[in-house]
């Protein structure tokens, strides 16, 4: 059953940006932080969940004018879940912390939610290049986009 739609017209690239927060979760990216929450775009709130860092990734996160939250259970997944707690927008968007993709290329997707033309939008990553995905990770991910396609009639390329 589809959820209902969302008002329309909130985020447009005339109008301020309707509220979004991007979940960003970090383990030791303090070489990349600045430019990952210098891509974030304004208005937006980045939330960074520091997982552990041992190289200042929190500290220096919160001077560049990011909300960090600590959760110490490791791992992607805890981390994406902590920030989701954290996050008070209307809509949150996830973007890895590491630099591998611009968190400035999420706004056509939060439009898409906001205009209520989507309720969920799965980014889809296209590597670029030899050994950009190992193979194991390309033959994992393919077989559970297969299934999920099955179970659920979704147009699924990547589970990002």
């Given at each position: 059953?589809?959820?209902?739609?969302?008002?329309?017209?909130?985020?447009?690239?005339a109008a301020r940006p309707a509220?979004?927060?991007v979940v960003l979760?970090?383990?030791?990216?303090?070489?990349?932080?600045?430019?990952?929450l210098g891509r974030i775009p304004r208005g937006w709130r980045a939330i960074v969940v520091d997982n552990g860092s041992?190289?200042?990734?929190?500290e220096?996160?919160?001077?560049?004018?990011?909300?960090?939250?600590h959760e110490p259970r490791r791992g992607f997944g805890a981390a994406c879940h902590a920030g989701l707690l954290a996050a008070e927008a209307d809509i949150v968007c996830f973007c890895d912390c590491?630099?591998?993709?611009?968190?400035?290329?999420?706004v056509p997707f939060a439009g898409a939610v906001d205009a209520g033309e989507s309720d969920l939008v799965l980014g889809r990553r296209r590597p670029e290049g030899r050994g950009a995905w190992p193979p194991h990770a390309r033959a994992g991910?393919?077989?559970?986009t297969r299934m999920l396609r099955r179970r659920?009639?979704?147009?699924?390329?990547?589970?990002?």
């Open positions: 059953m589809r959820a209902p739609a969302r008002p329309a017209g909130r985020l447009t690239a509220p979004v927060d979760p970090c383990l030791d990216e303090a070489g990349a932080l600045p430019w990952v041992t190289d200042g990734s929190a220096l996160a919160r001077d560049l004018g990011a909300t960090v939250v590491d630099a591998s993709l611009d968190p400035a290329l999420l991910n393919l077989a559970l659920t009639g979704l147009r699924l390329g990547d589970l990002g």
